[in-house]
């Protein structure tokens, strides 16, 4: 089956710290992965994607690359800001993107 | 591109009754996605329409659930007897099937999400 496993949040972090958020699936075939970010009050953004093995997706200064060997698509950043805190899921969609697969969220609170 | 709207934000209903959602998409795509998503957890699938057609539920979408596209644009989501454990944040995203372009080939269905209809049932 299709399912993605995050690391449990809140991740606390001072302004400019180095971001991991660390997230592994379990996938039928080949499926995109994707990372959303929700702000407070707002709807779920599309962060970055990578829709095959070894590629990379970037935004904003996040990065993320995709790694077949150990199903892993950990989302990081080299220098976090305050207005990074948000809720981020990672995502898969199966090859014929009929759906997505999210998961739990993990929450980062950057401080000043 | 105005983005996906979703109508009402904030509906509180008392048990029993019944409750109807509208999402509107980004207008040239073609495919139409429900999540229920609830505290603390990301969203979870419910149905997606291709154009007008309904092309797959969940098994989480009990037989109190129903959702419409009549006309392959906007799509309601309804909920009958609704149930104190049915309240969540709803949400609805668009995309358009298209393949990706250049080496590499396959298909890139980036969703757009809504801002979501919250449910409160009292």
């Known amino acids: 089956g299709n399912s993605v496993t995050q690391m449990e949040g809140p991740v606390t972090l001072s302004e400019e710290a180095f971001l991991t958020i660390n997230c592994t699936y379990t996938?039928?075939?080949?499926?995109?992965l994707f990372w959303y970010v929700q702000y407070p009050g707002e709807g779920l953004q599309l962060l970055l994607k990578a829709t095959k093995a070894d590629d990379k997706g970037s935004n904003k200064g996040f990065e993320a690359t995709y790694r077949k060997e150990t199903t892993s698509f950990h989302l990081e950043k080299g220098s976090v800001q305050v207005s990074d805190s948000a809720v981020y899921f990672c995502?898969?969609?199966?090859?014929?993107?009929?759906?997505?697969?999210f998961g739990s969220g993990t929450k980062l609170n950057v401080k000043p | 591109d105005t983005g996906v709207s979703q109508d009402p934000r904030h509906k509180i209903t008392k048990r029993g009754q019944n409750v109807t959602f509208r999402c509107d998409p980004i207008s040239e795509h073609n495919r139409l996605y429900w999540y229920r998503q609830t505290l603390g957890q990301g969203p979870e699938f419910l149905t997606y329409f291709q154009n007008e057609a309904q092309l797959e539920k969940s098994r989480l979408l009990s037989d109190r659930f129903s959702a419409e596209r009549p006309k392959g644009s906007f799509s309601t989501l309804e909920i009958q007897r609704t149930e104190q454990g049915d309240s969540a944040m709803y949400l609805c995203a668009s995309s358009l099937a298209r393949s990706a372009s250049g080496k590499g080939g396959g298909l890139s269905y980036e969703q757009y999400f809504g801002p979501g209809t919250r449910l409160t049932v009292t």
């Open positions: 995502a898969l969609s199966p090859y014929n993107f009929n759906k997505f697969y």
């Open positions: 996938a039928t075939g080949y499926p995109s």
